[in-house]
C-alpha cells in the first residue's frame, strides 16, 4: 500500500477590487491546480490572511479605503506575514509605484494588462523560494537548539547556561529584579558509577535531569547540566523563597525516584544537594557572582550531610537550612 502523502496545493489570496479581475485571476490559477481565497479590498484581506494564512497573496495596488501598498505594509506586521511573498498587480508603471511597492514589503509585481504565462511563472517562483526560506529558517532554528543543549540528558548544556545567565543578569539589572540560581550536585556520584558503572551512571544522570526539568514548570526557566553530575536552575523574576522552596521540591523530587544506591554516604537511594542564590544585580556587573554564590551554598549544604538545599546569604556566616516552602516571587 503506498503510504505517501500528497502534498496540499497552495493557497493563493487574490485582493482586487474588480470582480472581472478576481474571476480571471482565480481561473487562471486553478487551472494551474492552485487553491484561492478572495478579498475585495484591503481590510478584507487581512481577515482573510489572518484566518487562513494562505502562501502568497497577489494584491491589487489601487483599491479604495485601504490600497495595497497599505495593506501590504499591515500585512508585514502580522504572525507569519513576513515569510508570505506578496506579489502587487499594477496598473501603474512608473518608477516611483514600482519603488513603493518594494518599500511596503511586495517580492515582484506584475503589470495590468496581465500577461498570464508570466504570472504563472512568478506565482510559482515565489511559493517554491517561500518554502524554501521557511525550511531554511526551520532548519537554523533547530541547529540553534541543537547546540544549546545537552546530548546524553536534552537539558540545555553550559554554553547555553553561560549564555542565558549573562541574558537575564542584564535584563534583571536594567528592570532591577531578583534572579535566583539554584546549583544542584548529585550526591557521591563517583561512587555511585564506581558500584553500578559508567552506563548505569549515565541513565541516572538522564533520570535526574528530567526529574529538575519536570519540576521547574515556568517557560522563563532554564535547567542546564553545568558539569559532569551538577545540574543549574536559572529563574528570572524569582525571589529568594520562592527559589527555595522550588529547590527543596527538586531535593524531594529525586529522593522520591528511588534509585538505588547502597554505596551512598547519605541515603540508600540518589539525592541532590542544591545551593540557591538571589540577587538583583547591579548595572555593569558580572553574572559570574551569582554562580559563586550559589556555589558557596552548594558546599554549605554538601558538607552539612547532603540531600538538602541551602540559601546563599551575603551578610552572615552562619548556614539556614531551609525547612519551609514558598512562593516563588513576582514574574
Known amino acids: 500500500m503506498n503510504t505517501a502523502v500528497s502534498e ?32 475585495e479590498n484591503g481590510r478584507e484581506a487581512l481577515t482573510i490572511f489572518q484566518e487562513r494564512q494562505p502562501d502568497i497573496v497577489l494584491m491589487d495596488a489601487i483599491m479604495p479605503d485601504l490600497d495595497g501598498f ?17 506579489l502587487m498587480i499594477t496598473g501603474l508603471e512608473d518608477q516611483e509605484s514600482v519603488d513603493r511597492a518594494f518599500e511596503v514589503g511586495a517580492i515582484d ?36 537548539r541543537l547546540v544549546g543543549i545537552d546530548e546524553l540528558t536534552q537539558v540545555a548544556n553550559r554554553r547555553r547556561f553561560e549564555e542565558y545567565c549573562a541574558q537575564e543578569w542584564q535584563r534583571m539589572a536594567r528592570n532591577q529584579l531578583p534572579l535566583s540560581l539554584i546549583l544542584c550536585d548529585v550526591d557521591f556520584f563517583k561512587a555511585y558509577n564506581d558500584t553500578y558503572g559508567h552506563r548505569a551512571g549515565d541513565r541516572c544522570l538522564q533520570l535526574v535531569a528530567k526529574a529538575i526539568q ?8 532554564v535547567v542546564a547540566r553545568y558539569g559532569g553530575e551538577e545540574f543549574a536552575v536559572i529563574l528570572p523574576t524569582t525571589y529568594a523563597d520562592g527559589a527555595i522552596h522550588l529547590a527543596a521540591r527538586i531535593c524531594a523530587t529525586v529522593r522520591e525516584l528511588a534509585i538505588p544506591h547502597i554505596t551512598s554516604q547519605a541515603k540508600t537511594c540518589v539525592t541532590v544537594s542544591a545551593g540557591v542564590a538571589t540577587e538583583i544585580p ?14 558557596r551554598a552548594l558546599y554549605q549544604a554538601k558538607t552539612k ?19 519551609n516552602s514558598g512562593n516563588r516571587g513576582q514574574g
Open 282 to 295: 547591579v548595572p555593569n556587573s558580572d553574572f559570574q557572582e551569582i554562580i559563586d554564590a550559589a556555589d
Open 70 to 86: 497599505e495593506c501590504c505594509t499591515y500585512l508585514q506586521s502580522l504572525d507569519n506575514g513576513k515569510y508570505t511573498p506578496v
Open 109 to 144: 509585481y506584475v503589470t495590468k494588462p496581465i500577461h498570464w504565462p508570466v504570472l504563472r511563472q512568478r506565482v510559482k517562483r515565489l511559493i517554491q523560494q517561500s518554502h524554501l526560506q521557511q525550511k531554511l529558517e526551520a532548519a537554523n532554528l533547530e541547529l540553534q
Open 305 to 323: 550531610g547532603r540531600d538538602r538545599c541551602q540559601q546563599y546569604f551575603k551578610q552572615t556566616s552562619s548556614p539556614i537550612y531551609i525547612l
Open 214 to 221: 519536570d519540576t521547574v514548570n515556568r517557560p522563563g526557566d
Open 8 to 39: 496540499q496545493p497552495s493557497l493563493v489570496l487574490i485582493v482586487d477590487d474588480e470582480p472581472f479581475i478576481r474571476a480571471q485571476l482565480r481561473l487562471s490559477l486553478q487551472r494551474e491546480g492552485y487553491q484561492t481565497v478572495e478579498a
